[in-house]
């Protein structure tokens, strides 16, 4: 599976942004999804992942009540809802694909190219 990222830029303390990320091949629905990011200077760090049929979903305590992952399997599309963003929500967004379930220590099956997320205070 492939990996396309989409949607970073530069936004306010306080905005929103909406990221996606699109998918090739046809197998997109067996896979979980999820979201990274890594700030400059700092290791990649969990989001948000969501399960295979979009039943499930789990979230960084960072993201809790801020951002919300979704996905819709006709279109091969994962999303990260951002909301109230912050400085600290500056770094580059990685989206990810894995069989399983996808956590903190996953290493996932494949990787999306990044997208920077810019919050200005």
């Known amino acids: 599976v492939q990996l396309q990222a989409s949607g970073g830029g530069l936004v306010q303390a306080g905005g929103s942004l909406r990221l996606s990320c699109v998918a090739s091949?046809?197998?997109?629905?067996?896979?979980?999804m999820g979201w990274f990011r890594q700030a400059p200077g700092k290791e990649r760090e969990f989001i948000a992942d969501?399960?295979?049929?979009?039943?499930?979903?789990s979230y960084s305590d960072s993201a809790k009540g801020r951002f919300t992952i979704s996905r819709d399997n006709a279109k091969n599309t994962v999303y990260l809802f951002m909301n109230n963003l912050k400085p600290e929500d500056t770094a580059v967004y990685y989206c990810?694909?894995?069989?399983?379930?996808?956590?903190?220590?996953?290493?996932?099956?494949?990787w999306g190219q990044g997208t920077l997320v810019t919050v200005s205070s």
């Open positions: 990810a694909a894995n069989p399983l379930r996808i956590g903190p220590t996953t290493k996932p099956l494949a």
């Open positions: 091949g046809r197998t997109f629905s067996s896979y979980s």
């Open positions: 969501i399960s295979w049929s979009g039943s499930a979903t």
